[in-house]
């Protein structure tokens, strides 16, 4: 199996299009053309760190290197330079393809510089697979250097590739950069079945969603945080598509309704994947959190147990390891590995509690931010929330919350002052939760940070 033997394949080989800002390209071109200014020979068998800025260009050459680098390193353009030596190194590489500002940041660490264009030129070619190359992605560390992960075509797309291929034009789109591993299934699979749009960190939304609505996008895939800030925009009815999909947060109740209400024509499923775990599961029947009837399901090609009240998944989509000074096993030795998300079964459903690490300590009691969350984000004049821990003399730490107010909130009238609309916030917490997990104090801010891969920004995390 290699990438350029699927678009070939598949009817994405004669009306696939890569559609990026100023610049859309034809699958077909890479027949006889290439991004990589003909010296794809040059790179036979080697390791090689793909570091260029935009989504256009790191997409043809992917397609161009599966098959023939020996290894692939997806650096995402957020990347500090600081770490592109290490990355390299931890690698093994000895060649590059890059554009003119990571050969300037490179430097001499360069072994073979290759430029990579969005514009593929014509060259001569005569594209074959002579190895199953290894693709690495990069985990979206917050601090200190990414590590390593190492997948393989096969992996990243076990959760898709024995699917039937849609009869009609598919045309995917993501807010994800392709280069992060959600980004990576969506590109994928739209190399395998039609057409993409790209998206671009530097884009508005709303033109972005513009874009996409003219190039006819039918599936469409983000963050949660990434769906709020959309539907925030005022465009979200440029587009019209038939599946909507949210993976990387989790997908409170709140906005899969509200996508469900923006989208009524449209599948809406939320998706649980890790960069090491590989591809979960999909749900699409419009609830928070998963049935409990997948846990211990055997006969799949993915498996999911509860492990105290940590979710653990063993997949075809598992990477195979760690690469360079990351020499920890991120398999446990039954070969499951440990997501590090906390769930919690409530009437025959598991829901997602939080990252392990991301515990707000009360008094000795734990708090989740993100289940706080869930219940503010419920309230029908607040669009996106995060909540965080505030000192206490008393308790050690408090539960405090930022709020995105909606703009709207569809019969409840005239939204009140934001001190008003504050304290009626709480009193809609103290409604469902205990004591020590309702806000102390909610502030109203204009909007919340995210991460590059489309995550709200958290401090400490």
């Known amino acids: ?163 039937p291929r849609a009869p009609d034009a598919v045309v995917w789109s993501t807010f994800y950069d392709i280069r992060r591993y959600g980004g990576l299934q969506i590109f994928l699979r739209a190399v395998y079945s039609g057409s993409m749009v790209l998206s671009s960190a530097a884009e508005p939304v709303a033109d972005f969603l513009s874009r996409a609505g003219a190039a006819g996008v039918t599936h469409i895939s983000g963050t949660a945080s990434h769906w709020r800030r959309a539907l925030m925009s005022g465009a979200a009815s440029r587009i019209a598509p038939r599946y909507v999909r949210l993976s990387g947060e989790i997908a409170d109740q709140a906005i899969l309704d509200a996508l469900r209400a923006a989208y009524p024509n449209a599948t809406v499923a939320h998706a649980f994947a890790t960069t090491e775990a590989g591809v979960a599961f999909e ?44 020499t920890a096993s991120l398999r446990g030795s039954d070969g499951f590995v440990d997501t590090g998300d906390r769930v919690e079964l409530r009437d025959g459903r598991y829901y997602f509690l939080g990252r392990s690490g991301g515990v707000i300590n009360v008094g000795g009691l734990k708090v989740h931010p993100e289940e706080v969350e869930a219940v503010i984000n419920a309230h029908p004049w607040v669009r996106m929330s995060r909540v965080m821990a505030r000192r206490s003399a008393i308790t050690g730490a408090v539960v405090a919350a930022e709020v995105v107010l909606a703009d709207t909130a569809g019969a409840a009238g005239t ?31 204009a909007a919340l940070e995210l991460s590059a891969a489309g995550k709200l920004v958290r401090p400490n995390a």
């Open 283 to 326: 749900v699409g029947d419009g609830l928070a959190g998963f049935p409990a009837s997948l846990v211990g399901a055997t006969g799949d090609s993915v498996e999911l147990k509860i492990r105290g009240d940590t979710l653990q998944l063993r997949s075809a989509g598992t990477a195979t390891r760690y690469l360079g000074s990351h």
């Open 1 to 163: 199996m290699w990438l350029w033997g699927s678009v070939t394949g598949s009817k994405a080989s004669a009306t696939g299009v890569l559609n990026g800002i100023g610049a859309d390209v034809q699958l077909a071109r890479l027949a006889t053309q290439s991004c990589l200014g003909g010296r794809l020979e040059e790179l036979r068998g080697r390791v090689v760190v793909l570091a260029v800025r935009d989504q256009l260009t790191a997409a043809l050459a992917m397609i161009e290197l599966d098959g023939v680098a020996q290894r692939m390193v997806l650096c995402p353009p957020d990347m500090s330079a600081e770490y592109l030596s290490s990355v390299a190194h931890d690698a093994d590489a000895d060649a590059w393809a890059v554009d003119a500002r990571a050969l300037d940041t490179a430097g001499n660490a360069i072994a073979i510089p290759v430029t990579a264009e969005p514009e593929p030129v014509r060259a001569a070619l005569e594209r074959c697979a002579s190895q199953a190359t290894e693709w690495i992605l990069l985990t979206s560390a917050t601090t200190g250097a990414p590590k390593l992960v190492q997948h393989t075509l096969v992996s990243l797309t076990s959760a898709f590739v024995h699917q």
């Open 415 to 445: 939204r009140p002052a934001d001190e008003a609309l504050s304290q009626k916030i709480i009193e809609h917490c103290r409604l469902s939760l205990p004591a020590h997990k309702v806000p102390v104090m909610i502030r109203i801010v």
